[in-house]
């Protein structure tokens, strides 16, 4: 139950795109279209974002967008907004039907 | 509106007991999973376990096997974890998390606001 690897930061400017990236293994991300994503602001609960690698649920901008190569999930956040600057957090089932998270990778807007 | 509300943390001494509760409001219980997620302080999430819709199947981290018991009492719309042996590193917040297993991914859709367990001499 290893976490998936993400990098700890990533900054960008308003009206850019940054992607953040979550890698696993075969056992989860490679194995299954089972990764979603959630947005966290500093002392609030999580929020999902992205669902089955790229879905996205009812009220969550467009501008959020997901995939996944191999072992390897992508977000991207495209017009970055202020409001963007949060924690975001990949997730994947397992084949041992458990979860694991990615690591985190804090979002800074310049 | 579909709400979690989680109740039940405090500060307990290494090797102490604490249980968890959830009372879920504004959605049909009995037909989610649902999960406890954990985040120590300052660090990332970690599932700590999950519960399927009448309680036979259950899973947990290997971090909290043998130790934590998520369980639930669809009759009185409740979930819980039983939390036994705690450690220094169980201190977290511990967040109640519906999942929504209508999609492929079973993605955690609603979470609450957390509880926050703090283990300590």
């Known amino acids: 139950q290893s976490a998936l690897t993400q990098p700890a930061s990533v900054s960008g400017s308003p009206g850019q795109s940054i992607t953040i990236s979550c890698t696993g293994t075969?056992?989860?991300?490679?194995?299954?279209?089972?990764v979603s994503w959630y947005q966290q602001h500093p002392g609030k609960a999580p929020k999902l974002i992205i669902y089955?690698?790229?879905n996205r649920p009812s009220g969550v901008s467009n501008r959020f967008s997901g995939s996944k190569s191999g072992n390897t999930a992508s977000l991207t956040i495209s017009g970055l907004q202020a409001e963007d600057e949060a924690d975001y957090y990949c997730?994947?089932?397992?084949?041992?039907?458990?979860?694991?998270f990615g690591g985190g990778t804090k979002l800074t807007v310049l | 509106e579909v709400q979690l509300v989680e109740s039940g943390g405090g500060l307990v001494q290494p090797g102490g007991s604490l249980r968890l509760s959830c009372a879920p409001s504004?959605?049909?219980?009995?037909?989610?999973?649902m999960s406890w997620v954990r985040q120590a302080p300052g660090k990332g999430l970690e599932w700590v376990a999950n519960?399927?819709?009448?309680?036979?199947?259950?899973y947990y981290v290997d971090s909290v096997k043998g130790r934590f018991t998520i369980s639930r009492d669809n009759a009185e719309n409740s979930l819980y974890l039983q939390m036994n042996s705690l450690r220094a590193e169980d201190t977290a917040m511990y967040y109640c998390?519906?999942?929504?297993?209508?999609?492929?991914?079973?993605?955690?859709?609603?979470w609450g606001q957390g509880t926050l367990v703090t283990v300590s001499s």
């Open positions: 997730s994947s089932y397992t084949s041992s039907s458990t979860v694991v």
């Open positions: 504004g959605f049909i219980f009995t037909s989610y999973w």
């Open positions: 089955d690698v790229s």
């Open positions: 519960i399927k819709q009448d309680g036979s199947d259950k």
């Open positions: 998390v519906r999942i929504d297993c209508s999609v492929s991914s079973c993605p955690f859709d609603y």
């Open positions: 075969s056992s989860d991300i490679g194995g299954y279209n089972y």
